[in-house]
């Protein structure tokens, strides 16, 4: 896994703590959206998932208002992915992303992105067997260890 830009990590670690998150995955990345989002409850991070395609309608429909949108897309360029970057643009709030390509939209316009390995890179039906999910979840997983250990040296 590697973060760019990698200054960020920092940041990003110190605001999960108090910033209110929203997560948003389709398709296979949905689970990973899922995973990320349940974890988040069981440690404490203030997190909500959306998992339609549409952030328009969810700002519309609710007063809820986020510090920071965490997407998950294999591509970085899915229509669900590019359509949240359009509804965010100038909104001035934090993008994270994982993603498995460092030169895809999401992930030249993330705040923060972490780019995850993936030997499929341009299976995008997800037909070939491909760990990049795998992959995804261990890489959130470190996150998290980093995290508490942050937590730990600070209290």
Known sequence: MNIQPAESLDTLLQSLSHEKILIHGSGFS???????????????????????PDY???????TAKFDSIWIISKSGRSSSALNWLKALENKNINIVCFT??????????????????????YDDDIYWSNPFFG?????????????????????
Do not use: M, R
């Open 30 to 52: 949905q689970l990973i959206a899922q995973y990320i989002y349940n974890k988040f409850l069981v440690t404490g991070v203030n997190a909500s998932l959306a998992l339609w």
């Open 56 to 62: 328009e309608i969810l700002e519309q429909k609710t």
């Open 100 to 121: 498995g390509d460092y030169q895809s939209p999401l992930a030249t316009q993330a705040n923060t992105a972490f780019i995850i390995h993936d030997p499929q890179k």
């Open 135 to 155: 992959y995804c979840i261990l890489g959130f997983e470190h996150l998290l260890k980093l995290w508490f250990n942050q937590k730990t040296k600070g209290a």
